[in-house]
């Protein structure tokens, strides 16, 4: 079993709906929790940062980490073309390891 | 100008042969780190230092080595090229004022292996 488990995709959605990707994990010793984006032939880039459980959000983007069901969200409101990326979730421990999921591959059709 | 360069961003070799890989940060970290990237696997870390005298394995170092030769440099090689080993590789960086969770990524390289 993969420590952190996310569905590739791909989903598809129009633009302006609310979008949601989702990973599980099973160490229950993570308590940093990213979620990168990445456009095609691109290097990935942090997109937020969330330590230890609760929601944070910044602008069309929140992040949910729910550590007792070792689950963690990114919902993306009003979505754009611009959005279409792989998002990747990644967590650490607290050590120099941090793990990534597979990523999942979101196209919004204009 | 982008703060993680990779040079090359696109390669073909043939198997058995010696490559290297190079990235250089201006964002002034002395942490870097060297990823490969395969499709259903997400980044997997081979290497990665944390300063110039540090370098540790990660969970896939085997067929591949790295030197740091500045704070600003650190190469990736593999010294006998397999098939198996054509990815996209991401070079990486974080400042150790705010730990290993904030990575800033190159744009990859491209690795062909035939």
């Avoid at chain 1, 160490?27 to 979620?35: R, T």
């Avoid at chain 2, 054509?86 to 969770?101: I, N, V």
Wanted: overall charge positive.
């Amino acid at each position: 079993q993969k420590e952190v488990e996310q569905d590739p995709g791909p989903l598809s959605v129009p633009e302006g709906a609310i979008v949601s990707l989702n990973c599980t994990y099973s160490n229950s010793a993570f308590q940093y929790f990213m979620w990168y984006r990445q456009y095609s032939r691109k290097g990935p880039e942090l997109l937020m940062y969330t330590y230890s459980s609760g929601n944070k959000e910044d602008g069309r983007f929140t992040a949910q980490v729910d550590k007792s069901s070792k689950y963690i969200s990114l919902f993306i409101r009003d979505s754009q073309p611009s959005d279409s990326a792989t998002y990747l979730c990644a967590m650490n421990t607290g050590g120099f390891k941090t793990i990534f999921g597979a990523g999942t591959r979101l196209f919004v059709k204009a | 100008d982008a703060d993680v360069t990779q040079t090359p961003r696109n390669r073909i070799t043939k198997t058995g042969k010696r490559i290297m890989l190079e990235c250089s940060q201006t964002k002034g970290h002395d942490r870097m780190y060297w990823y490969r990237q395969d499709p259903g696997l997400g980044l997997r870390l081979i290497y990665y230092s944390f300063d110039v005298k540090d370098i540790n394995k990660g969970e896939i170092s085997d067929g591949y080595s790295v030197s740091r030769q500045a704070q600003a440099k650190f190469s990736l090689s593999l010294e006998s090229a397999i098939p198996n080993q054509t990815a996209l590789y991401f070079c990486a960086t974080s400042d150790r004022k705010t730990g290993t969770y904030e990575q800033y990524f190159g744009p990859g390289t491209r690795l062909t292996v035939t």
